[in-house]
């Protein structure tokens, strides 16, 4: 059996995170295309509701990302269904990875897509971010610093 040192099980963890992330984007570019945020799909759209700025940074929810983010956050889940255990601390490094895993995944997203690449990646070019802060949306640097707090607890 291999056993990982605490080090080399964050680097893996990561490792695996930011894999996951952008194969994720791929497959969200091939779903919609120049796009975001399910603009094209033929899913439902909640786009006002008082709790969209708390919970979603001010964008729609649609269909499309209520199931996404039910099933990344169950996938995400799985090893420890897997394993038979839970713990506050490995609930912690669930959460920060989902976190970690969306920002990468929403940052890889237009980087891997033709219709936008990294000089488009500003605020004018994308309207479904609706806070900025410091040249990235602000759910970047909350979801950053939580991530951090949750994995430095989880540890």
Known sequence: ML?????????????????????????????EGEAG??????????EEHPLLDLFMGGRALTGYHL?????????????????GRWSPELEA???????????????????????????????????WHKHWAFGAPVDYWVFGAVSMLLLWYGA
């Open 37 to 46: 945020w399910a603009a094209n799909l033929p899913t439902w759209r909640i």
């Open 3 to 31: 056993e990982l040192s605490e080090a080399g099980r964050f680097v893996s963890m990561v490792a695996a995170v930011l894999v996951l992330a952008y194969l994720f984007a791929r497959v969200e570019v091939e779903i």
């Open 67 to 83: 199931w996404m983010f039910a099933f990344i956050g169950l996938v995400f889940h799985f090893p420890l269904f897997f394993i």
């Open 93 to 127: 490094r669930v959460l920060a990875s989902i976190m970690l895993f969306w920002i990468v995944e929403d940052y890889l997203w237009f980087i891997v897509n033709p219709a936008f690449g990294w000089r488009r990646f500003k605020k004018e070019h994308v309207p």
